[in-house]
């Protein structure tokens, strides 16, 4: 195991109706709030109006609404203009890792001389100060609630990049499940499929001798598969939405990756589809895992993925890895098919046009090429999006 410096300081209040302590939460950062939502679905559930009921007159609000599934710069960049115009001491972020990570380039954008855009292309590295975020979650999915990162797309460039400051982690995150009851069954699957891709991307490391992060990664996968299906039925079933929001969380708050080497392969990829082609988050990730298994399967890895397959699917360790490994890979797949996950790209409007220099830019914006599980060229990326065009067999 590396040395590392785990930091997850978000105050989580979790469960039903903890919306009500959000009052106190709020003053004690200010009393201009930036209230940040996207399309509309906290209208739709109710939330909204009590957000509004709960904070009373006292605290000035105001909106920035219609944020984005894979949130553009032009919007950070009106975000930023609004807290400077009023002079806003917090930004109250409501819905899911897009709003989340908006409001968290707003917040540094605030503070910061020149276009957002200079410092996610750089990672964060000149900022120094944010506005506090407080976030009242309504999906499952990225982990945004308690960490420190974000995701923006420049949508003139057709780049989706993201940058990490410990300045944009939420000081307080409301995690009531009973908010996540209205996602409907796409952005369910969507957002397992991510909570279960940052496991993966975690797991599948080159790091010896990381079996306290490797077990808490192998007992939230299970949750995952446990708890998703019934969310797909029974949208209104707590527990199902309780352990998955949980798990959201905790699969990409450092928990899973401290201590590890490297960097994630399938995200660089799926970034670059929903860069050209505004796909959801995690049903790229969803087509692209269980084909990227299939290509770093090798003589160094199959011990890890049949390990996968007995810990997180049952299996049985076959004498012959590659049996067990093949067979996680396929136990993969056929969950994400059963939860009803479209699995090609041409079911997401996808063709082959331009895969290649989908997969050169993937390589330019990340390090998989040398830093990854097993490093991918751009002609291994294509190879990955190229066998994603038709189902997987086995
Ligand atoms: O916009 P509204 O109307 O709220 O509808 C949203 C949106 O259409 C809907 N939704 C959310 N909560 C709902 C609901 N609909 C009904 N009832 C509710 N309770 O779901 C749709 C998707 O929302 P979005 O915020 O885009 O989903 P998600 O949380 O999956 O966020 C995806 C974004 O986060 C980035 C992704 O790349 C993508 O841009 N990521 C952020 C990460 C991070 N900050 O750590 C890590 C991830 O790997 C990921 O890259
Ligand atoms: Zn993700």
Same mark, same amino acid.
């Not at 739709?44 to 109006?49: A, E, I, K, P």
């Not at 917090?90 to 020149?114: E, R």
């Not at 306290?212 to 998703?228: K, S």
């Not at 063709?351 to 090429?369: G, P, Y």
């Given at each position: 195991?590396?040395?590392? +410096? ?11 109706? %903890?919306?009500? %302590? ?5 003053? %004690? ?41 894979? &949130? ?43 276009? &957002? ?9 000149? !900022?120094?100060? #944010? ?55 796409? %952005?369910?699957?969507?957002?397992? #499929?991510?909570?279960?891709? /940052? ?43 309780? @352990? ?50 299939? /290509? ?13 397959? /007995? ?16 067979? #996680? ?21 996808? +063709? ?12 330019? /914006? ?11 060229? #751009?002609?291994?990326? !294509?190879?990955?999006?190229? @066998? ?7």
């Amino acid at each position: 195991m590396n040395n590392f +410096d785990f930091h997850a300081p978000t105050n989580i209040l979790f469960g039903k109706n %903890q919306i009500n %302590q959000l009052p106190n939460v709020l003053k %004690q950062y200010g009393k201009t709030v930036l209230l940040t939502y996207g399309g509309g679905s906290i209208k739709r559930s109710g939330l909204y109006d009590d957000i509004y009921r709960l904070i009373g007159t006292d605290t000035k609000i105001i909106e920035l609404g219609g944020i984005e599934p894979n &949130p553009r710069l032009s919007t950070v960049i009106k975000g930023v203009d609004l807290c400077k115009e009023n002079n806003v001491d917090v930004i109250l972020s409501v819905g899911g890792g897009s709003t989340i990570d908006c409001s968290k380039a707003i917040a540094a954008g605030v503070f910061y001389d020149g276009n &957002p855009w200079d410092f996610v292309v750089n990672d964060g590295i000149k !900022l120094t100060k #944010a506005l506090p975020i407080v976030t009242i979650l309504t999906i499952a999915a990225t982990g945004s609630e308690m960490n420190w990162g974000s995701v923006i797309t420049n949508e003139e460039t057709k780049e989706k990049l993201s940058f990490h400051t410990r300045l944009v982690t939420p000081k307080v995150s409301i995690l009531d499940p009973t908010y996540t009851f209205s996602v409907p069954t796409y %952005q369910t699957m969507a957002g397992s #499929a991510d909570i279960f891709s /940052h496991l993966i991307e975690n797991y599948f490391n080159q790091t010896p001798d990381t079996m306290v992060q490797d077990g808490i990664a192998e007992g939230l996968m299970r949750t995952v598969l446990h708890y998703t299906p019934t969310a797909l039925t029974e949208p209104t079933n707590y527990e199902a939405r309780a @352990n998955l929001m949980w798990a959201s969380s905790l699969a990409l708050n450092g928990l899973t990756g401290n201590g590890k080497n490297g960097v994630w392969s399938c995200h660089p990829m799926e970034h670059e589809l929903s860069a050209y082609y505004d796909i959801t988050h995690g049903i790229g990730l969803a087509i692209l895992t269980p084909r990227w298994m299939e /290509h770093v399967l090798n003589d160094d890895t199959v011990e890890r993925f049949a390990l996968y397959g /007995h810990r997180v699917f049952d299996l049985e360790l076959n004498e012959d890895l590659y049996i067990t490994a093949k067979e #996680a890979i396929k136990q993969t797949y056929d969950t994400f098919v059963k939860w009803g996950v479209p699995m090609t790209l041409p079911e997401v409007g996808i +063709d082959d046009s331009l895969l290649n220099e989908m997969a050169e830019q993937s390589v330019k /914006h990340s390090n998989i090429s040398t830093k990854a599980y097993v490093p991918l060229s #751009a002609d291994d990326v !294509l190879t990955i999006y190229t @066998n994603s065009l038709v189902p997987m067999t086995f």
